[in-house]
């Protein structure tokens, strides 16, 4: 895995949000024939570049959609809410709602799970494609929410899933079936305590949920800083 994965190092928090941010936008004005999605996480990492983008903005293409590897189950004016930290940034980058591929909070986990999988299947298979996709990467070594071999397992045979955690609230997550159909996967990590899980992540990829979530893409960075 470790030779798989692209390894970019930022001397600076400032120099790697710049550069994250200038990916997004990068990938928003992109035109393509056919729809290409962004695929955002969510975690504390980018929240200042969500906030700092929703601050300087550009006007995305017409060809662009947006959707989320994962998303807690909470109302969206909740602050956990991946969407609702999202929604000022994709307000100015002007993603019709239509093109915004997320949960309905309103519905039961599960529907809510199904309801996810039916949409993105209907995306991918009408043509669209998930161009770039921002993951993050927790301590413990997960990745969107897939914490455990039991919530990769159960997205075995679908795109999304319900995950269901001890510690509440529980989560609605994409897993490895979809993640291998991204064209580009960026790792976004920030702060010293994450240090000991990129080196296992590199070194025993296996080890991780991320690593197994990510055993079979084509395409994957991690940026560091």
């Not at 309905?104 to 949409?119: E, F, M, R, T, V």
Request: charge should be negative.
């Amino acid at each position: 895995m470790s030779a798989n994965i692209v390894v970019k190092r930022f001397e600076s928090v400032s120099a790697f949000e710049d550069r994250v941010m200038d990916l997004i936008k990068e990938e928003a004005l992109r035109h393509t024939p056919a729809p290409h999605a962004i695929m955002l996480s969510g975690g504390s990492t980018p929240l200042a570049i969500y906030e700092a983008l929703a601050m300087d903005p550009v006007v995305a293409d017409d060809s662009t959609w947006i959707t989320f590897t994962d998303e807690r189950f909470v109302p969206f004016d909740s602050d956990q809410s991946n969407f609702g930290n999202a929604e000022p940034m994709l307000d100015e980058l002007q993603i019709p709602e239509e093109q915004i591929i997320k949960i309905d909070p309103s519905l039961h986990i599960g529907d809510a799970a199904d309801q996810l999988d039916k949409d993105l299947d209907n995306y991918l298979e009408s043509g669209g494609t998930i161009s770039l996709a921002l993951l993050g990467l927790g301590a413990d070594g997960h990745t969107c929410s897939l914490f455990e071999i039991t919530d990769l397992q159960r997205c075995l045979a679908r795109l999304a899933a319900p995950i269901y955690r001890p510690d509440l609230p529980n989560r609605v997550s994409v897993g490895p079936a979809l993640l291998e159909r991204v064209d580009r996967i960026v790792i976004l990590v920030k702060g010293k305590e994450k240090t000991a899980i990129v080196e296992r992540l590199l070194k025993e990829p296996l080890s991780t949920t991320a690593g197994m979530a990510l055993r079979n893409c084509k395409n994957v960075e991690l940026w560091q800083v």
